[in-house]
């Protein structure tokens, strides 16, 4: 069966152009053109991952973000934005989004995202309300654990210490794969493969902007930072 995609855009060329282009590309798509048709049709039949436009009159995609994950539906999200500040970028990831494409953008950029997004999210069911929050109990092997960092990903939950992080899909993954491989250094290209799918090449900001938040969400006061800029190769997790 072919995924089918969820597409929330008000501009009827790009709307159009891109419903032809997911339809050649084998998804199965529903296009609408404002929010509330998106939660209605979200409602009505649960898609496989959502294409929001971050600018729509009425309920906008932040706010359509906003309902389905206080409803608890973890659907992958997909943000199309001519925003490119990075408040604007926060903005959306805080709001539930897992990725987001910049206008004007190449379509196959926009494959790829989705590619990537539907294949680390197949296997996971969304909807349901979330589990209270608990300490870990320790499981032999199920528990990856570096620099400080516990993380559980059949949970997909992770800790600095006693405190508990709230992270994004993309966050989670980023974190993990870095955990994973604490102490040694990640160059761009693996980086990009492993959590993206797709390397997006020596001009894209993306990695930069995630490992940003990432670190935001870290930090803490008279406690070393764990992740580290290798300049001109990558990234690594290690506690100094």
Same mark, same amino acid.
Do not use: C
């Given at each position: 069966m072919p995924h089918t995609v969820l597409?929330?855009?008000?501009? /009827?060329? #790009?709307?159009?152009?891109?419903?032809?282009?997911?339809t050649l590309e084998g998804y199965q798509v529903v296009a609408v053109a404002d929010g509330v048709e998106a939660l209605a049709q979200a409602h009505r039949n649960r898609p496989d991952v959502l294409v929001l436009d !971050?600018?729509? =009159?009425?309920?906008?995609?932040?706010?359509v973000c906003r309902v389905l994950r206080a409803e608890g539906d973890r659907t992958p999200v997909l943000m199309l934005t001519a925003l490119v500040e990075t408040a604007d970028r926060i903005?959306? +990831?805080?709001?539930?989004?897992?990725?987001? !494409?910049?206008? =004007?953008?190449?379509?196959?950029? @926009?494959?790829?995202?989705?590619? *990537?997004?539907?294949?680390?999210?197949?296997? !996971?069911?969304s909807g349901g309300a979330a589990? =209270? *929050?608990?300490?870990?109990?320790p499981e032999p092997d199920r528990f990856v654990e570096?620099?400080?960092?516990?993380?559980? =990903?059949?949970?997909?939950? *992770?800790?600095?210490? $006693? /405190?508990? +992080?709230e992270l994004t899909r993309t966050e989670f993954e980023l974190l993990?794969?870095? @955990? /994973?491989?604490?102490? #040694? !250094?990640?160059?761009? $290209?693996?980086?990009?493969?492993?959590?993206?799918g797709y390397d997006f090449g020596p001009g894209s900001k993306n990695l930069a902007v995630y490992v940003g938040y990432l670190r935001r969400k870290l930090d803490q006061p008279d406690a070393p930072q764990l992740i580290h800029t290798v300049r001109g190769v990558g990234y690594v997790l290690r506690e100094d």
């Open positions: 597409l929330a855009e008000d501009d /009827r060329a #790009i709307r159009n152009a891109l419903e032809r282009a997911l !971050v600018m729509m =009159p009425g309920i906008d995609g932040l706010q903005a959306g +990831l805080d709001a539930g989004a897992d990725d987001y !494409v910049v206008k =004007p953008f190449d379509v196959e950029e @926009v494959f790829a995202r989705l590619r *990537a997004l539907l294949r680390r999210t197949g296997a !996971v069911e589990a =209270p *929050a608990e300490a870990p109990r570096a620099a400080g960092i516990r993380m559980d =990903p059949q949970a997909r939950r *992770a800790w600095r210490g $006693s /405190r508990e +992080l993990e794969l870095l @955990v /994973r491989n604490a102490d #040694i !250094v990640l160059d761009h $290209s693996t980086i990009y493969d492993r959590i993206w």
